[in-house]
């Protein structure tokens, strides 16, 4: 059951077991925010699966760069 009320905007993803997942479409921060910007990475790291590993660089210096 939805609990959507008249205009707002939604969008949908399909899950790994084939559901269809519907969800407002939520409002992003401005730039500057940087408290509701921390807000929605907190919210969104909190919902991700567990296993999937964060972000890494692998790649060899080339030049004068610094680690």
Request: charged share 30%; no cysteine.
């Amino acid at each position: 059951m939805a609990k959507f009320t008249e205009g707002v905007e939604i969008g949908f993803h399909i899950s790994d077991d084939g559901e269809v997942v519907l969800r407002p479409v939520a409002a992003y921060p401005e730039a500057n925010d940087q408290d509701s910007l921390r807000k929605l990475f907190l919210s969104l790291r909190g919902s991700s699966k567990s296993g999937v590993r964060s972000h890494e660089e692998l790649y060899e210096p080339m030049g004068d760069e610094s680690i």
